[in-house]
């Protein structure tokens, strides 16, 4: 009978296995639960931990920064400095809580009574805080403070605020209040006076790596410096942005079964490879235009965006232009980093340094609006490229001064007075490349289909849409080059061949000529599985 009833209730079944306990994403899981944790706010901890000494605690706070840095996080560990009792119950407000008293266990877990959490966004109206001003009035239920938490409070209502106004300047005593924003200017200034405000700051690259290193030991990940120095970069100050980018390189990782590369981290991201952007650099003051373009398509073939390349070729001059002035060197710059660095330090002015940065960021500002981003990019590269072949203003007036260029007398005619005058598309592109205008001449090449070709007179049409700028560009090229008014036109029919279609054409019928000759021919058909690489014209 008895094994009957156990049977019956069920207490002879085996053990049922216990469900796996659900994944946590790391920007969760790492999510700091002492000021200890919280990385790279010391002076905010500092002024804290003070008043919290000394019981001169704000009513309100105010945690500004971008996203990322901690804010909620923050506001959530001053609820639970503020509320500690220890773990003897006894304890006061400390900026070291125990984290295993009641008030911190259900502080961490977010299901405090006293503790409320209002996402702004989704209450932005003046009934929301009309709530929160009636439920101020009466004390805590089990907590020494009554916390509201009000996350991106810049979103609330005009109403809203002005609600606020009166409790929030005075509040009962056992009331704080801990508002959280991305756009601190978005707040009313009325509000801002009435908070203790902190600037959270941008969590700098050296110790965000060091964070993730200490999360990839934690979670039995090894992982390159150099890819968790990429995925600090790139996370740009935000812990939590950054912890997300691990996650995903961790589970690439897991599928390849290997530790977290730098490659790898490289690509997942789309980042340019920084070796590349100085090999990049070094091109462009050499003035090697086509490995220049070569690097540049390389880099775009891989998946590199075209504003990403000339966004660290934009960080390369910045930092060529501190080593010049002797700051000391970022840490988390590689060796090879620091000695081109150096190089370029040594042989490059300040004029000229200067002159690149404004060159390079208006190409930078030109990619990100143009309807061809590649080839905006190459077009600033060749402007780069012509810039840095030419002395800067000051040591072309010593040369002159010198003697070493003899200044023209005055009212005497420049060689170019009768400069030849273009008669087609590839004069016309050729005339522009000797007077030094490489990058409308790479344009006439790549884009117009030439219509009418009557002196100064041209009308042509466009294989693609044309730059906003480049009739008007082109014009003034001409009348400067050419000392006559030219007089451009886009016209609605089909047009030619543009040069660049022109030279594949016949490109294309060389390598048919050589294919059909009776020597490639048979080479061709022993070898079926040869291909023509290259060839020589005959005669060339």
């Keep these: 009978m008895r094994e009957m009833s156990d049977s019956f209730l069920g207490l002879d079944e085996p053990p049922q296995p216990q469900k796996a306990e659900a994944y946590r994403v790391l920007a969760r899981k790492y999510r700091p639960q002492t000021f200890s944790e919280l990385i790279g706010q010391d002076a905010m901890v500092t002024t804290l931990g003070n008043a919290i000494k000394r019981d001169r605690l704000a009513h309100a706070f105010l945690l500004t920064g971008v996203r990322g840095v901690g804010k909620t996080s923050t506001a959530r560990l001053i609820a639970k400095a503020l509320n500690c009792i220890g773990p003897d119950g006894q304890g006061g407000p400390t900026i070291d809580p125990c984290g295993v008293c009641e008030p911190c266990r259900a502080i ?103 964070h993730f290193a200490y999360v990839c030991e934690a979670e039995g990940v090894e992982a390159e410096p150099e890819a968790l120095m990429l995925i600090a970069r790139a996370a740009e100050g935000s812990a939590r942005d950054g912890l997300s980018i691990l996650d995903q390189a961790i589970a690439h990782a897991g599928i390849e079964g290997d530790m977290v590369r730098t490659e790898a981290v490289r690509a997942m991201l789309g980042l ?19 490995a220049a373009l070569a690097s540049l398509r390389g880099q775009y073939d891989l998946g590199v965006d075209p504003q990403g390349v000339l966004r660290t070729l934009l960080e390369t001059v910045h930092a060529t232009t501190l080593m010049k002035l002797g700051t000391e060197a970022n840490p988390a710059q590689s060796a090879e980093e620091v000695k081109a660095l150096e190089r370029w330090a040594a042989g490059l002015s300040f004029p000229m340094l200067h002159r690149l940065w404004q060159l390079i960021l208006r190409g930078h500002d030109e990619v990100a609006r143009a309807v061809l981003p590649i080839e905006a990019a190459e077009m600033a590269l060749l402007r780069v490229i012509h810039a840095s072949q030419l002395p800067d203003p000051g040591e072309l007036a010593r040369q002159i001064a010198s003697g070493a260029i003899a200044a023209p007398a005055p009212g005497a005619p420049s060689a170019s007075a009768e400069p030849a005058m273009p008669r087609d598309m590839a004069e ?113």
């Design 272 to 290: 340019s490879d920084r070796g590349a952007i100085r090999d990049l650099f070094g091109l462009l003051l050499s003035g090697d235009a086509s």
């Design 108 to 210: 961490a877990e977010g299901r405090h009574i006293d503790v409320i959490e209002m996402d702004a966004a989704s209450h932005t109206g003046i009934d929301d805080i009309r709530e929160i001003i009636e439920a101020s009035r009466y004390s805590a239920v089990s907590a020494r403070y009554k916390i509201y938490i009000i996350d991106e409070v810049h979103m609330l209502s005009k109403a809203a605020f002005n609600g606020l106004l009166k409790t929030l300047e005075e509040p009962p005593a056992h009331v704080k209040f801990l508002f959280a924003t991305t756009e601190v200017n978005k707040v009313p200034v009325t509000v801002l006076s009435r908070c203790q405000r902190f600037d959270l700051r941008r969590i700098g690259a050296d110790k965000l790596a060091a």
């Design 428 to 540: 016309l592109a050729q005339h522009l490349e000797t007077n030094n205008r490489y990058g409308l001449a790479e344009q006439v090449r790549h884009l117009l289909r030439p219509i009418r070709f009557e002196g100064t007179e041209v009308e042509f049409t466009s294989s693609r849409p044309l730059p906003i700028d480049f009739v008007r560009e082109l014009s003034a090229a001409m009348r400067e080059t050419t000392g006559k008014n030219w007089k451009l036109l886009t016209g609605s029919d089909t047009g030619g061949q543009t040069l660049r279609e022109m030279e594949a054409e016949n490109a294309a019928a060389e390598r048919n000529a050589v294919l059909a000759s009776p020597l490639v021919a048979a080479a061709m058909e022993a070898f079926p599985e040869a291909e023509l690489i290259g060839w020589t014209k005959t005669g060339s």
